[in-house]
């Protein structure tokens, strides 16, 4: 799936960007319940399902 439909679900669910790394960017609600999202265009959808789980929210579409 594409990084910037992973990042408009996070947003759509109340995640927000808390910072950005070398690589990464992480993504979460508080220092608790974070998890870091690479830098690629595409993001594999089993990457992406377990962002989710990470941070609580239901698994996109896409990555079914």
């Not at 439909?5 to 109340?14: D, I, M, T």
């Not at 993001?43 to 609580?56: G, N, S, V, W």
């Amino acid at each position: 799936m594409k990084r910037q439909e992973l990042e408009r679900h996070l947003r759509f669910h109340g995640a927000n960007l808390l910072r950005e790394g070398g690589s990464h960017s992480l993504w979460g609600f508080d220092a608790e319940r974070s998890t870091s999202l690479p830098r690629h265009r595409e993001i594999d959808y089993r990457l992406a399902r377990k962002i989710c789980r990470d941070l609580d929210i239901p698994v996109p579409e896409g990555a079914r």
